[in-house]
């Protein structure tokens, strides 16, 4: 028993470290910017590079850990980060760009193995225990945001000290993890055999696609608006940047507030049309309000925070509920992690070219609103009850046959 306890507190310890390292970079993008001269699309870069990270070693993850053991997986990825948050402080633009590289790829492996380690540990609280782990993601990521500025002015240090506080984070969780390296269990490979001998093929099923599409967006969105509200706050709102970066702060705290409610309710659900779809529309919501109506941008931040949030629950959840198989399910989280992190990293690069471009944030929310609208259409058609491999009119014939019994 006490063993699980500290296991378990070193599982939530890591889950703090699997946004904050490079979310609390976006308070700090203009004194970067300043430091090296960046444009606004070049300090994109800043938040799209860990996103490349997670597509590019996510589908390894998995495999390392069945050769070192999940824990000292985990560790390996702390250390990743730690060294990361170092080499990003290092002094050149080039430091810059690789330790933020570095840190997407620990984060990657934690973004992977934390939920096999729920599966294979605390199976029988998985949705509770997800639910509280995605919330204390939320709240380090909101918590190392909103201190940026205090720090900054109050300790009269640069954005290279500042920018090196969540190593605390990551310190005190390898300190809580040592004693779990005794341990050397792998992932249950059986999903992933499974997945390799899935006679259903993932890459060709439309439904993987809009599965794909809809966490895709739902990331795009996140991200570019991670990087860029502390920018739009100050020029559309004239916020200080002190009450821009806690602004961020509530919205990255937003986002971590539905897991409370959604992950229990989700897979409860005849199917998940009306939610998915009214998750996509808060996003496009909040987004078209910075627009039309800067002054309320508290409200809009609420929609769009607890949208993005609902939005990557539902599209995890959409893992098991659009398939039968554990292989099917292990290939759609494969598919739809890699190419939907590829998708999302194009957010924040993207969104600052346009900025670059027209001059000014209207078109760049303009544009993200309405992509929110297409990931609400997107979202109704992933979130019909039908799995990969099983025909509508399978579907149709068995809850035929339910209704006969029943009756």
């Excluded at 809009?300 to 925070?305: L, R, V």
């Excluded at 609902?310 to 992690?337: C, E, H, K, P, W």
């Excluded at 609103?369 to 058609?381: C, E, K, S």
Aim: aromatic share 10%; hydrophobic share 55%.
């Amino acid at each position: 028993m006490k063993n699980k306890r500290l296991m378990l507190a070193g599982l939530l310890l890591i889950s703090m470290n699997l946004r904050a390292p490079f979310t609390s970079m976006a308070p700090l993008l203009d004194d970067i910017s300043t430091t090296f001269a960046l444009s606004a699309t070049q300090a994109g870069l800043l938040i799209a590079v860990p996103l490349l990270a997670f597509s590019a070693v996510s589908p390894f993850a998995a495999g390392i850990a069945g050769k070192w053991g999940l824990e000292r997986t985990l560790f390996f990825a702390l250390l990743l980060i730690g060294a990361g948050i170092l080499f990003r402080a290092g002094g050149s633009s080039a430091a810059l760009y690789v330790g933020t590289i570095i840190i997407g790829s620990g984060i990657a492996f934690g973004n992977v193995l934390l939920p096999s380690l729920l599966k294979r540990d605390f199976a029988d609280k998985v949705p509770s225990l997800t639910a509280t782990y995605v919330l204390t993601m939320g709240v380090a990521a909101a918590s190392s945001s909103a201190v940026v500025h205090p720090l900054l002015n109050f300790a009269h240090t640069g954005w290279r000290a500042v920018s090196q506080v969540t190593l605390i984070l990551t310190v005190a969780a390898a300190l809580v993890w040592l004693p779990q390296l005794r341990r050397t269990t792998s992932v249950a490979t059986a999903a992933a055999a499974a997945a390799d001998k899935s006679g259903n093929n993932v890459w060709r099923s439309p439904l993987a696609w809009l599965v794909t599409v809809y966490l895709g967006f739902d990331c795009f969105l996140y991200y570019a608006g991670v990087s860029w509200l502390p920018a739009i706050l100050r020029d559309m709102a004239g916020y200080s940047a002190e009450t821009a970066a806690s602004l961020h702060g509530v919205l990255l705290l937003a986002t971590a507030v539905p897991g409370l409610i959604l992950i229990p309710l989700t897979p409860k659900l005849r199917d998940q049309r009306a939610l998915a779809f009214a998750i996509a529309m808060g996003m496009a919501v909040g987004m078209f309000g910075f627009v039309l109506a800067p002054s309320l941008a508290l409200l809009w931040i609420i929609f769009f925070g607890i949208g993005a949030g609902g939005g990557l629950i539902v599209a995890l959840s959409f893992f098991s509920l659009r398939t039968t198989s554990a292989g099917d399910a292990a290939a759609l989280s494969g598919m739809s992690q890699c190419v939907g992190y590829l998708i999302a990293a194009t957010g924040p690069t993207l969104i600052g070219r346009v900025h670059d471009l027209a001059g000014s944030w209207t078109l760049p929310l303009s544009v993200c609103g309405v992509f929110g609208v297409v990931m609400a259409i997107v979202g109704w058609y992933a979130g019909r009850n039908v799995q990969i491999g099983v025909p509508v009119e399978a579907k149709r014939e068995e809850g035929f046959a339910a209704f006969s019994t029943e009756t």
